[in-house]
């Protein structure tokens, strides 16, 4: 049986039918010693209990997923939206505080698509930028980092306005990095040529502030928000990758974060053993420093 590496965070998006309880014993009973939670199923127990459950796992918080989705136009539905990002931080603090040492209280932030009618690209990302400077001091109130997420530009219109990982750090740079930094997401990033160098340029700025991991398969599924699968099964050169972030100095955990039908649909147990082979088997150790292995 492959040990799990230290540096593994299982995200609960993996095993999403998964209640809480069930994301966090599958995760300690694999040897994972990190997990990576998303908010719907939080509120489903409440925080308080939450807490509580994360406490007693004995494992680290990696990332809360997700905020964001602020890019409506100014009026209710943008003021519900910031109004639910500052409870986001909040929860993020408190499980992060729950976990064991070394959880990173990190928020991940997806920017949100088009408003309904709009083609205003330009305007959407400039209130991208507002909302990030307006949620920014209880961020820092809160000893929250703001994880600015680009997607794939096939989620532009509907999903995420922030494309690259150089546009994520023009978003960041107002801002000290403890509190606004960015996600390298490899299903996002790594068909950009210039991904590279945005790593190390995140790296220098301090701003990495998760490392998530998945492949990119073909052909893509229908919904294409889907179209993610498990190391090896797809187009990612993961070596490149992870030795430029190791490279760039993140030594926190390595979430492995999967969309997928079918991954979702098995024993969550199984999909947890299967992550901690593929993780063994494609996710380089030169990102191991923080372990020593």
Partial sequence: MTRADPRLSLNQATIRHADLADALRVTADAGVESIGLWREPVAEVGLETATRMVADSGLRVSTLCRGGFFTAID??????????????????AALAAAGAPGSQAVLVLVAGGLPAGSVDLRGARGRVADAIAELEPDARASGVTLAIEPLHPMYAADRAVVSTLGQALDLAAPFPPETVGV???????????????????????????????????????????????????????????????????????????????????????????????????????????????
């Fill in 75 to 92: 009026g209710p539905e943008r003021r519900r939206s910031l109004d639910d990002n500052r409870r986001a931080i909040a929860e993020t």
């Fill in 183 to 293: 996600a390298v997401d490899t299903f996002h990033v790594w068909w950009d040529p210039e991904v590279l160098p945005q790593i190390a340029q995140a790296g220098a700025e301090g701003r990495i502030a998760t490392y998530q991991v998945c492949d990119f398969v073909t052909p893509l599924p229908a919904d294409v928000l889907l179209g993610r699968g498990m190391m090896g099964d797809g187009h990612i050169d993961f070596r490149s990758l992870t030795d430029a972030v190791a490279a760039a100095g993140y030594e926190g955990d390595i979430e492995v974060e999967i969309f997928n039908a079918a991954i979702w649909e098995a024993d969550p147990a199984e999909v947890v053993a299967r992550t901690v082979q593929a993780f063994a088997d494609h996710i380089p150790l030169a990102a191991s420093r923080r372990s020593g292995w």
